[in-house]
Antibody, heavy 116, light 114 residues
Framework: EVQLVESGGGFVQPGGSLRLSCAAS????????MIWVRQAPGKGLEWVAD????????HYLDSVKGRFTVSRDNAKNSLYLQMYSLRAEDTAVYYC?????????WGQGTLVTVSS | DIVMTQSPDSLAVSLGERATINCKSS????????????LAWYQQKPGQPPKLLIY???TRESGVPDRFSGSGSGTDFTLTINSLQAEDVAVYYC??????????FGQGTKLEIK
C-alpha cells in the first residue's frame, strides 16, 4: 500500500524558514516523479513544485522560485521542500503526491502557518 | 500559465440524479502528436487530501466507480457523476498538465445534495 506521510509544518514568522519532509513507503520511490501541492485555508489547490526520480529536473511555481527548493533522498525514500523567506501567503496545507503530471497518491498534508 | 475555469462554483443535485461540472482551459491542452488531452479530475472531501478520479480527460483511475466519467477535448471538459450518492458530496477540481509546469488547477466546484 502506498503511504506518504508529511511532517515539518508549523508556525513561523514572516521571513522565516521551514523544511517539510515526506516519507514514502509501499512503492518504488526512486522511480517516481514527486510533487508538492498546497492549499490555503478554505481555498483551492495550487501546484508548487515537482522533481524527477533522479532529482536532475525540478520545476517551481513562479511565486516560490528562488525561495523554495525541492529535493529528495532516494536512499531514505524521502522528499523534501525547503522553504525560505516565507510570506503570509505561503500559509497552507502542503501535500506531497506521486506522479509526473497529476497526483496519483497523496499524503494527508502538513500545515504551515506564516504569521507575526 | 494556463488558466483553468470551472463552472459552476457550486451545485446541489438530488440523490440518484446526474451532476455535471464543467472545466475550461485558457488554451488547448490537447497534444496533437498523441491525441491526448492533458487534463485530470480530483475529488476532495472535507478534511481529506484530493483523490484522483480521472486522467487523460476520460480515463478512470483504478477503483473509481463507473458513475464518474470525464469527457471533452481541447479547451472544454466535463465531469459527469451519474446516480449521485451521498458519499459524492465533495469539492471537485480539474487540473491541466499540458506542456511544462506549473500545472494549474481550476478553482473547484462544491457539490452538495439537494
Amino acid at each position: 500500500e502506498v503511504q506518504l506521510v508529511e511532517s515539518g509544518g508549523g508556525f513561523v514568522q514572516p521571513g522565516g524558514s521551514l523544511r517539510l519532509s515526506c516519507a514514502a513507503s509501499g512503492f518504488a520511490f526512486s522511480s517516481y516523479w514527486m510533487i508538492w501541492v498546497r492549499q490555503a485555508p478554505g481555498k483551492g489547490l495550487e501546484w508548487v513544485a515537482d522533481i524527477k526520480p533522479d532529482g536532475a529536473e525540478r520545476h517551481y511555481l513562479d511565486s516560490v522560485k528562488g525561495r523554495f527548493t525541492v529535493s529528495r533522498d532516494n536512499a531514505k525514500n524521502s522528499l523534501y521542500l525547503q522553504m525560505y523567506s516565507l510570506r503570509a501567503e505561503d500559509t497552507a496545507v502542503y501535500y506531497c503526491a506521486t506522479g509526473a503530471w497529476f497526483g496519483e497518491h497523496w499524503g494527508q498534508g502538513t500545515l504551515v502557518t506564516v504569521s507575526s | 500559465d494556463i488558466v483553468m475555469t470551472q463552472s459552476p462554483d457550486s451545485l446541489a443535485v438530488s440523490l440518484g440524479e446526474r451532476a455535471t461540472i464543467n472545466c475550461k482551459s485558457s488554451q488547448s491542452v490537447l497534444y496533437s502528436s498523441n491525441n491526448k488531452n492533458y487534463l485530470a479530475w480530483y475529488q476532495q472531501k472535507p478534511g481529506q487530501p484530493p483523490k484522483l478520479l480521472i486522467y487523460w480527460a476520460s480515463t478512470r483511475e483504478s477503483g473509481v466507480p463507473d458513475r464518474f466519467s470525464g469527457s471533452g477535448s481541447g479547451t472544454d471538459f466535463t465531469l459527469t457523476i451519474n446516480s449521485l450518492q451521498a458519499e459524492d458530496v465533495a469539492v471537485y477540481y480539474c487540473q491541466q498538465y499540458y506542456n511544462t509546469a506549473p500545472y494549474t488547477f481550476g478553482q473547484g466546484t462544491k457539490l452538495e445534495i439537494k
